[in-house]
T-cell receptor, first 115, second 115 residues
Framework: AQSVTQPDIHITVSEGASLELRCNYS??????LFWYVQSPGQGLQLLLK??????LVQGIKGFEAEFKRSQSSFNLRKPSVHWSDAAEYFCAVALSSGGSYIPTFGRGTSLIVHP | ETGVTQTPRHLVMGMTNKKSLKCEQHLGHNAMYWYKQSAKKPLELMFV???????ENNSVPSRFSPECPNSSHLFLHLHTLQPEDSALYLC??????????????FGSGTRLTVV
């Protein structure tokens, strides 16, 4: 069964500092990879996705993620965090299963931003 | 604006009540989903509809009953719920019928409290 691991439950950074949120998956093939963000009281919003090609993908709100096949990782990064980035971040992976690509979500990482 | 609208935003119901959650999207998407989000747990897929046909039922108790009258509307009918059903219920839609290859668009959710 496919699985997604976000090893950090909470991450605390200072405003203006750089950020990296970790995501690892366990599959034989390269899955479709996603990062979502959830602000308090809201649904999830797609930040970026990776299908194939360039392993560094750019997303909305200044986020980027790098796919590393050798490490089965898809870490999310931002060079300078803003207070409004405080939210829950979810990594998701999707593999074909009978023609369906229902994603599996990680447990999420809560980002706390200090002024 | 997410493109997926859920109503109501908050719902408090007794265990003997019957209520319905509504989800509406006008993005031209062909697939719609219900997810349950509980504290400290991963996102749980409940139901999947592709082109108005239910294609997934993730062992959800019969006290939850989905309905998809057309590709733009999705309902979740609730009856005789238990306190452990209290959670954030998220609706999502996707561009193609095979699941989340391009990523999901989520609604803001309905916060359900069962008393």
């Amino acid at each position: 069964a496919q699985s997604v691991t976000q090893p950090d439950i909470h991450i605390t950074v200072s405003e203006g500092a750089s950020l990296e949120l970790r995501c690892n998956y366990s599959y034989g093939a390269t899955p479709y990879l996603f990062w979502y963000v959830q602000s308090p009281g809201q649904g999830l919003q797609l930040l970026l996705k990776y299908f194939s090609g360039d392993t560094l993908v750019q997303g909305i709100k200044g986020f980027e993620a790098e796919f590393k096949r050798s490490q089965s990782s898809f870490n999310l990064r931002k060079p300078s965090v803003h207070w409004s980035d405080a939210a829950e971040y979810f990594c998701a992976v999707a593999l074909s299963s009978g023609g369906s690509y229902i994603p599996t979500f990680g447990r999420g990482t809560s980002l706390i931003v200090h002024p | 604006e997410t493109g997926v609208t859920q109503t109501p935003r908050h719902l408090v119901m007794g265990m003997t009540n019957k209520k319905s959650l509504k989800c509406e999207q006008h993005l031209g998407h062909n697939a719609m989903y219900w997810y349950k989000q509980s504290a400290k747990k991963p996102l749980e897929l409940m139901f999947v509809y592709n082109f108005k046909e239910q294609t997934e039922n993730n062992s959800v108790p019969s006290r939850f009953s989905p309905e998809c009258p057309n590709s733009s509307h999705l309902f979740l009918h609730l009856h005789t719920l238990q306190p452990e059903d209290s959670a954030l219920y998220l609706c999502a839609s996707s561009q193609e019928g095979a699941g989340g290859v391009y990523g999901y668009t989520f609604g803001s959710g309905t916060r359900l409290t069962v008393v």
